[in-house]
């Protein structure tokens, strides 16, 4: 039974959720040559061993995004299919360095995604806070500069992120940026504990001073870090088709997002990169109740947790748990 209850979707990368089809008609709109003969060949590629083997098809497709028209295109496809899947809010993460590189100007790129999220709400009933992922494998100095530039465009973020290759680049490295944007009144998430190590998510916390971790499941190799973990009630936004898909776990059958729950982790699940893993919000709780047997009360507590961690306005945030948790009176 398809269930009703409310989500909030808080790791979301707004370009993977660039369907194969989208990818082709962008490139046919834009003149970009690919690889990839048809939507058949391409989707065969979406197969991957690693992170930094998936990273590699995603910063390529990405050649196909250029205009404002682009991103408000790829923007709104994916907004209409969370609304689908259950997704009343939605915190989507853009890599602004990584059109920036291309010589796609960071004006066009904000643009186009605010366009399609100022109207989300009115066109689908999913409130959005958009978030700017810097790339941990590129300098501090240049994630500052364009940090800089953002906030002098007023661009319409609510805080950043730090994505992209994770081992050998430790959240320590970008001390000075995550300064500077707790300076500036902006929200704090990272990547950590995907790839990289327990010690990495401390690093997050503690020399970041991160409001949220995406991803996190290496924690669990580290006793204290999960006690620590649970007494916080660090918020962990876990992707579990992602983690399959990229083998940090070898099958759903095998993932521990639930026990997590069930150790008291504050928990909840999300898409990542949706195009590329299988599967969006939906689809991965789909696949938890398959696989893992998840039970109605787990979902619900997945989804009180997800708006729970979500930055919301308080009036919206108890509207949305009250129908998670119905008042027993
Ligand atoms: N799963 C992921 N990990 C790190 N960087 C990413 N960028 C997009 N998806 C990512
Ligand atoms: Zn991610």
Redesign the pocket.
């Known amino acids: 039974m398809t269930s009703t209850l409310p989500f909030a979707e808080l790791h979301l990368?707004l370009?993977?959720t660039l369907e194969p089809e989208l990818v082709l008609e962008l490139a046919e709109r834009n003149a970009v040559t690919l690889p990839f003969a048809d939507v058949d060949a391409l989707r065969r590629a979406y197969a991957f061993s690693d992170?930094q083997s998936?990273?590699d098809l995603?910063y390529a497709n990405m050649a196909v995004l250029r205009t404002p028209e682009d991103f408000a295109d790829m923007t709104r496809a994916y907004l209409a299919r969370a609304a689908r899947a259950g997704v009343r809010h939605a915190e989507v993460m853009i890599?602004p360095q990584a059109h920036l590189v291309r010589g796609v100007p960071l004006e066009a790129v904000m643009e186009g995604v605010d366009d399609a999220l100022s109207t989300s709400e009115r066109d689908h009933g999913v409130s959005t806070a958009l978030f700017a992922?810097f790339l941990r494998d590129r300098p501090e100095g240049e994630a500052l500069d364009v940090l800089h530039h953002l906030l002098g465009m007023h661009a319409p973020i609510t805080g950043i992120g730090l994505?992209?290759?994770?081992a050998g680049h430790p959240p320590s490295d970008f001390v000075r940026l995550y300064d500077r944007a707790r300076a500036e009144g902006l929200h704090l998430i990272a990547?950590a504990g995907?790839e990289g190590p327990p010690a990495y998510v401390v690093e997050a916390l503690d020399v970041l001073g991160v409001d949220r971790i995406d991803?996190g499941v290496r924690s669990l190799e580290d006793d204290a870090l999960v006690e620590r973990l649970v007494a916080e009630q660090v918020p962990l936004t876990v992707?579990p088709l992602?983690n399959v898909a990229?083998r940090g776990v070898d099958r759903l059958e095998d993932h521990p997002v639930l026990d997590m729950l069930d150790r008291g982790l504050n928990v909840s699940v999300h898409s990542?990169?949706p195009a590329y893993f299988g599967g969006y919000l939906d689809d991965n709780l789909a696949a938890l109740t398959d696989s893992l047997g998840m039970t109605p009360e787990q979902r619900a507590r997945l989804a009180a947790n997800s708006i729970r961690s979500a930055v919301l306005p308080a009036d919206r945030r108890a509207a949305l748990l009250a129908e998670v948790e119905p008042d027993p009176t």
């Open positions: 990368h370009e993977g992170l998936f990273l995603y890599d992922a994505d992209s290759a994770e990547h995907e991803h992707c992602s990229l990542d990169d």
